[in-house]
């Protein structure tokens, strides 16, 4: 509470004391009791944040002063990563110094953790927890401790901490990705109807591209610990060496039965008054059309932080105070080619009524039809995930000048400052579906077995077929299942084992969205401080500026798609055909530079009472998979072709901003403050949707 009241900007933070009442999973659960931060949740836990409405890549994340990297493929930090236990405060600055490296139009925060010198010699502390989960009706456990402790008279400190934590979590959902929206189509029905035959039936409504049954199974394990020593061999000198380490996995392996909506398949459609979707039959004609998938998706994160720095604050004499700081920390996610998508299943009508409190679902031939091991049929099939890894060097060199006069100048703060980051993500890709997908091939009945969803939704089925994808691939890749092929097609077994070892699906590929990102900011800055008074109200007010270079270099594979070509019995996707297996290398580079000045004005109406004004211009880099020019197919459905293509060339958000804040301090732990804000942003970077015309072999 003091911090804030005699601070030079507008902030506010939490620390340990505030941390140790709650019973928070990590940091970000911790910074949403932060006025003006709210957070997204991954799992039923905080992942990231967002401040004063803007979203986690536009907010800079910095542990002891220093960035810390990120295995998102943007800027965005996952809070997650890191446990509560181990920090022991956390400040969110809403207006900036110019000591401060730019990066946040939203926010810049600072997340400290505990220092030996903090504490008076011998310290130590420990929890257990225990965490249930009513869905998944698991109960797990939660520990850390730390231990610190001075040596030398107090000259040396070490302090070392540890948190584990482990969930297993069941989430249930229904679910509809995407609404296609301003969509003409007819009943299947009415299709031979003369009154359809120039104007669609319905025409601008919205109809969903799917609707899926899914338990999600989610293993979450967090081992997390930090490592401080201070030496200070004098007053005038202190030396602190830290290191920071955080492994986080999940393996969410999701259950589902879905359906799709492919337009010519749909009949007995009815609407609601805005043009929504609200009843539909999904047919099956001449063998072709909608689809009962039984799906199983594995989507994990194998992420590993590492952070290092040393920090040396020198009193060099009575007026000058140097600090230097020299750091590296990397983010690794090491989930490519680990994650799977399959799909195994039979053409089938069914409908669905959205009309409900929650949708409800009907499947020809009943419920046993989606328990029967007999009709299952492999179709879409992939391995995936992406190999992320962001290392970021930082060096810093901080001065902080007193002058020996007593007046209203009474300091000023100047240094200079070089990171050098580089961001790499490598998709790892492999699919059969060019050999499996259309319900053609047959799974053995021994692999399918009957799922139960437990606590599931009612009105929609609680039973349906499942399998172990490893199985499904080994199948797949099998002499059994090339003899299948073989069989149904004609081809030799020669020729179809040939096909099938070229879709790597054992060993899956870079793909043509993999990326490097290198970057270098080098940035100097200035602030000056003054303090006076207006009709006897201490005024405090202190500007600065700070200019910094940016480097951008961007390293990326271009492809060219040669056709798209319609999937045997599924009119819901298309395979995308490229010329060429491997890419074209792609380099491109960029760079800027940016003056940005700051403002801050403080003053005290009386003892208690603090009126504060605050003047900023900030920035955010362009996100760094916006910053790819390769193009990219990304839906591959009929009616709803979907592509991708960043810019190297894009400038950084700008954003000048105001706040007026008024403070009452009425008790000492205790204040009630009423603010405004206004923030205009210039050069925001969005996706501009256009059409794109592609010359493909089949017209």
């Not at 003369?194 to 899926?212: C, E, H, T, W």
């Not at 800055?525 to 700070?546: C, H, K, W």
């Amino acid at each position: 509470m003091l911090d804030k009241k005699a601070s030079d900007v507008v902030y506010d933070g939490i620390t340990a004391e505030d941390l140790g009442k709650f019973p928070d999973q990590n940091v970000a659960e911790s910074l949403q009791r932060i006025t003006g931060v709210a957070i997204d949740r991954s799992g039923g836990e905080g992942q990231f944040i967002t401040v004063r409405g803007f979203g986690p890549d536009f907010n800079t994340v910095l542990v002891n002063g220093r960035q810390i990297a990120t295995e998102n493929q943007g800027r965005a930090f996952s809070f997650d990563t890191l446990p509560a236990e181990l920090i022991s405060g956390a400040k969110v600055y809403k207006s900036p110094l110019a000591s401060m490296q730019e990066g946040g139009i939203g926010s810049t925060v600072e997340i400290t953790t505990a220092r030996p010198f903090a504490f008076d010699g011998f310290k130590a502390v420990a929890s257990v927890k225990g965490m249930y989960e009513d869905i998944s009706e698991e109960t797990t456990p939660q520990m850390s401790g730390l231990i610190t402790n001075t040596f030398m008279d107090g000259k040396l400190g070490v302090l070392a901490a540890a948190s584990f934590q482990q969930r297993k979590l069941q989430t249930n959902m229904l679910e509809t990705r995407y609404w296609r929206p301003e969509v003409s189509l007819t009943n299947r029905s009415e299709l031979d109807n003369p009154d359809y035959a120039d104007n669609a039936q319905f025409n601008g409504v919205y109809i969903p591209q799917n609707f899926d049954q899914i338990v999600d199974l989610v293993d979450r394990e967090r081992t997390s610990g930090n490592l401080v020593v201070q030496y200070a061999p004098n007053d005038d000198m202190t030396l602190t060496l830290d290191g920071l380490y955080s492994k986080f996995e999940v393996d969410s392996d999701a259950h589902s039965v879905g359906h799709w909506f492919s337009d010519s398949n749909l009949d007995n459609m009815s609407f609601t008054d805005n043009g929504s979707l609200s009843g539909v039959t999904s047919t099956v004609v001449d063998g072709v059309g909608g689809a009962t998938d039984f799906i199983r998706r594995r989507y994990g994160r194998d992420v590993e932080i590492q952070a290092f720095g040393a920090n040396f604050e020198w009193l060099v004499n009575d007026n000058l105070t140097a600090n230097i700081d020299i750091s590296t920390s990397t983010a690794e996610d090491s989930s490519g080619g680990d994650n799977f998508f399959t799909v195994v299943g039979y053409n089938n009508e069914y409908s669905v009524d959205f009309t409900g409190a929650t949708p409800s679902l009907t499947v020809a031939g009943g419920d046993a039809a989606l328990q029967t091991p007999s009709l299952g049929r492999m179709h879409y099939n992939e391995r995936n995930g992406f190999d992320t890894e962001d290392t970021i060097s930082e060096y810093r060199a901080d001065f902080s000048w007193v002058p020996d006069s007593d007046n209203a100048f009474y300091k000023a703060d100047f240094g200079i400052y070089f990171q050098d980051r580089e961001k790499s993500n490598t998709r790892l890709f492999a699919s059969g579906c060019d050999i499996y997908c259309g319900y053609t091939f047959d799974l053995p009945d021994e692999l399918l077995s009957v799922f139960t969803a437990q606590n599931y939704f009612g009105g929609v089925p609680n039973q349906w077929l499942t399998y172990d994808p490893e199985a499904f691939f080994d199948y797949a890749t099998s002499d059994a299942a090339v003899q299948q092929i073989a069989d149904a097609t004609g081809e030799s077994f020669d020729d179809v084992r040939a096909a099938i070892d070229a879709t790597n699906i054992g060993n899956p590929q870079p793909s043509n969205d993999s990326f490097v990102v290198s970057e270098e900011v080098l940035s100097a800055y200035a602030q000056f401080y003054f303090t006076t008074e207006i009709s006897e109200m201490p005024l405090d007010v202190n500007f600065g500026f700070r200019y910094s270079e940016t480097d951008t270099s961007v390293d990326g594979t271009s492809q060219i798609v040669r056709d798209l070509q319609p999937i045997p019995n599924d009119p819901s996707d298309l395979n995308v055909v490229y010329e060429t297996e491997v890419g074209a290398p792609v380099n491109e580079k960029n760079s800027y530079s940016s003056l940005l000045p700051n403002l801050n004005v403080k003053l005290q109406l009386t003892d208690d009472l603090y009126l504060r004004y605050a003047f900023s211009e900030t920035l955010t880099r362009p996100m760094m998979d916006d910053l790819v020019p390769v193009f990219n197919v990304t839906v591959s459905r009929p009616g709803n072709l979907q592509a991708q293509a960043g810019n190297t060339e894009l400038k950084p958000y700008k954003a000048t901003s105001w706040d007026v804040s008024l403070e009452w301090y009425y008790d000492d732990t205790s204040y009630f403050s009423a603010a405004a804000f206004n923030k205009e942003v210039e050069d925001f970077i969005a996706g501009d949707v256009a059409d794109e015309s592609l010359f493909l072999e089949s017209g």
